[in-house]
């Protein structure tokens, strides 16, 4: 397996117009690009690409967004190349030491990143984020934020900020992003989803008060949705907002 990315995308070789493979190695012979230290479970090479210019145009390979890659590539090695992606992103992103500058490299368990100066272990970051399905009788609320395309729509999300607990961050992005009250804030469920580098807490949540008031700097449109009247979808079927839409729709999403 040949997983080669730059930045959130992953090199892949176009068969025709819709289908798309993992490269094989003789078709990377004539790229340029720094392999990762730590090896990654069932992968024979994870590497990254400097820059997009590296790629020939008459090759066969092209860049794809990893969001929409996910959705093509075969599901059982999914989990592999995420977790790969995130540990190429995460040795780029951390060449220098953040405390002293000092060039980073492996610790003594091949691992983890260190610092040589400072001898401290540099991990991966991880960003929580809580996303949640609020339910009003048999309706579920649904938004389309500012950056989505115009036919996806999901559940609200929002990262943790200092100091607050995740039920917390639940009810402030819900009445900072759309103005309504909620509450029985319970747990449904969770993903890791590397868009950056979010660890995605799934909740579940019932209307209490308000009308949907926008924030308009994030928020494009908001509203309350039977199951059968939902105006579109995520982006890949495989992330927790739609397996939580999902849930919805079968009926084992519901008000307490």
């Known amino acids: 397996m040949n997983l080669i990315f730059h930045e959130q995308s992953i090199l892949l070789y176009q068969m025709n117009e819709n289908s798309y493979r993992l490269p094989e190695a003789h078709e990377l012979e004539n790229i340029s690009f720094t392999d990762s230290q730590i090896k990654i479970q069932d992968a024979a090479r994870v590497a990254y690409i400097n820059t997009a210019q590296d790629i020939a145009t008459d090759s066969g390979l092209k860049l794809l967004n990893l969001r929409m890659a996910l959705n093509i590539l075969p599901?059982?090695?999914?989990?592999?190349?995420?977790?790969?992606?995130?540990?190429?992103?995460?040795?780029?992103?951390?060449?220098?030491?953040?405390?002293c500058g000092t060039p980073t490299s492996l610790n003594s368990e091949?691992?983890?990143?260190?610092?040589?100066?400072?001898?401290?272990d540099i991990y991966p970051k991880i960003s929580p984020a809580m996303i949640v399905a609020v339910i009003k009788d048999d309706q579920l609320l649904m938004a389309q934020a500012?950056?989505?395309?115009?036919?996806?729509?999901?559940?609200?999300?929002?990262?943790?900020?200092?100091?607050?607990?995740?039920?917390?961050?639940?009810?402030?992005?819900?009445?900072?992003?759309?103005?309504?009250?909620i509450k029985n804030i319970r747990y449904w469920g969770s993903q890791y989803w590397p868009f950056p580098n979010s660890l995605m807490i799934g909740f579940v949540a019932d209307y209490a008060s308000g009308e949907i008031v926008l924030d308009t700097t994030e928020m494009?449109?908001?509203?309350?949705?039977?199951?059968?009247?939902?105006?579109?979808?995520?982006?890949?079927?495989?992330?927790?907002?739609?397996?939580?839409?999902?849930?919805?729709?079968?009926?084992?999403?519901?008000?307490?």
């Open 220 to 256: 494009r449109v908001a509203g309350f949705y039977r199951k059968d009247e939902l105006p579109g979808r995520p982006s890949t079927n495989l992330s927790i907002a739609s397996k939580m839409i999902d849930a919805f729709i079968d009926g084992k999403l519901t008000s307490c």
């Open 75 to 99: 599901t059982e090695s999914i989990p592999t190349i995420i977790y790969a992606q995130q540990i190429i992103y995460y040795q780029v992103n951390n060449r220098f030491c953040s405390k």
């Open 146 to 181: 500012n950056h989505y395309a115009p036919e996806m729509w999901s559940i609200l999300a929002g990262f943790s900020e200092v100091g607050e607990n995740l039920e917390e961050t639940v009810a402030r992005e819900v009445m900072e992003e759309v103005g309504i009250s």
């Open 110 to 120: 091949e691992k983890w990143l260190t610092c040589i100066k400072c001898k401290r």
